[in-house]
């Protein structure tokens, strides 16, 4: 054989070989991208994280529900995608549904015809406009559109006796509430409302839960990828082509077959201990509301600042229905709590606040659809609350 013909036999043989690896990295690609579409599309495991970790003790949350109701509000809740916002740095994309509804501005519409407000917002005088911010708590993951917070907060307030009497105006109350929001962000989410315009005559911040969150899920598990992204700039060609494959059906089998070693480093500062991070995170809590009521009194905006109940503080957990693992990702939490009881008072300087920390004690009754999220009645107890609060001369508007 010439050498010529060696050489074509040798290039075939490598040209054979690589078709053939490429072949079966294709065919791996469509099986496992075929698994995660039969399980997930077709419905064929739930597609939430709450029906999949609780199983049937979930459908004990929704009295009057079908369990096949119960699972399309859950999978509906919990397969919708967050989307991006500069500076949040992401939002509730817009989504139609059943059971949730976002409008494209961002806020969860109250249904009913002529029931939400509109939007834009209408010139001055016509309605007195709420701004409601928080998070998934807020918003009203696990319920529908009819139980959430907002929802019931509108109802109460344009009720006989209550601020729309007083104000002989309607009041519309817009839910800019989501997912895994704190104070910080909501504070920043205020300022981007205001500088495209929108100015509400008071804005309503429910918060609590999540600020024992944010260190350990919104900062790092939001951060890293931009961090990520900003230091792959000059990275090697495989560098980008491993996190590419990384996010292929095979790339992702893969990761979850290979446990990566973590590395430890020296460098990194020793964690603070609850107390220590309740501390920090109670101190960080009443910088952002100083900062959100300093921006409102200088737009003459009314505002409010709600510690919203959580389960690990003042509930009877023999009543709660998913009380295992409450405090796992909410750091100090407790602490937490028990320190905003002593200190509220002193961190008023004037501002608008309305504490409901204690609101389900003595309670006996479930009053949450997984481990941290409101049933609707529970939702109503909240905003009956703050309706009684903003009608009431303290918490009245200007």
């Known amino acids: 054989m010439s050498k010529a013909a060696r050489l074509i036999a040798w290039y075939k043989g490598v040209a054979l070989f690589c078709f053939n690896i490429f072949v079966v990295i294709l065919l791996l690609n469509v099986i496992f991208g075929l698994q995660r579409w039969s399980t997930q599309i077709l419905g064929l495991t739930p597609n939430d994280p709450i029906t999949e970790s609780l199983g049937e003790r979930v459908y004990a949350a929704y009295p009057g529900m079908s369990q096949e109701q119960v699972r399309a509000l859950l999978k509906e809740t919990w397969s919708r995608t967050l989307g ?7 939002r509730e994309r817009a989504h139609a549904g059943s059971y949730v509804n976002v409008h494209e501005a961002g806020f969860r519409i109250i249904p009913g015809a002529g029931v939400q407000g509109p939007w834009p917002l209408p010139t001055s005088g016509q309605q007195y406009t709420i701004f409601l911010l928080g998070g998934s708590t807020t918003f009203g993951y696990g319920v529908a559109d009819d139980q959430t917070i907002a929802k019931h907060l509108q109802a109460a307030l344009n009720a006989p006796g209550s601020l729309s009497s007083k104000l002989n105006k309607p009041v519309r109350v817009y839910n800019f509430a989501t997912g895994f929001y704190y104070s910080s962000q909501e504070r920043i989410l205020l300022q981007q409302l205001l500088l495209q315009g929108h100015t509400p005559d008071r804005v309503v911040f429910i918060d609590g839960l999540n ?11 939001w951060g890293a990828p ?8 000059n990275r090697p060609a495989m560098f980008h082509f491993g996190k590419w494959f990384a996010q292929t059906p095979l790339g992702r089998a893969a990761g979850r077959a290979i446990k990566t070693p973590k590395v430890v480093n020296p460098n990194e ?12 995170t109670w101190d960080r809590y009443i910088i952002n509301t100083r900062l959100s009521a300093a921006l409102c009194a200088g737009l003459k ?15 009877e957990l023999k009543n709660h229905l998913f009380a295992e693992n409450l405090s796992s990702g909410f750091v100090g939490i407790e602490d937490g709590y028990a320190l905003s009881q002593t200190q509220a008072a002193r961190a008023s300087e004037g501002i608008d606040r309305l504490d409901l920390a204690a609101l ?3 309670v ?5 659809v997984d481990r ?7 939702n109503k107890r909240i905003a009956q609350r703050i309706a009684e609060h903003l009608s009431s001369a303290a918490g009245g508007a200007r």
């Open 360 to 362: 389900q004690q003595g």
């Open 211 to 221: 600020e024992f969150a944010a260190d350990n899920l919104v900062d790092h598990a």
């Open 226 to 233: 931009t961090k990520e992204l900003m230091d792959s700039v």
């Open 84 to 90: 991006y916002q500069s500076f949040t740095p992401f």
């Open 364 to 368: 006996n009754e479930n009053l949450y």
């Open 269 to 280: 500062p020793q964690p603070l201990t609850p107390q220590q991070q309740a501390k920090r």
């Open 301 to 315: 905006i009314d505002c409010t600042f709600v510690w919203q109940p959580v389960p690990q503080f003042a509930y």
């Open 372 to 378: 941290v999220h409101y049933t609707g009645a529970m």
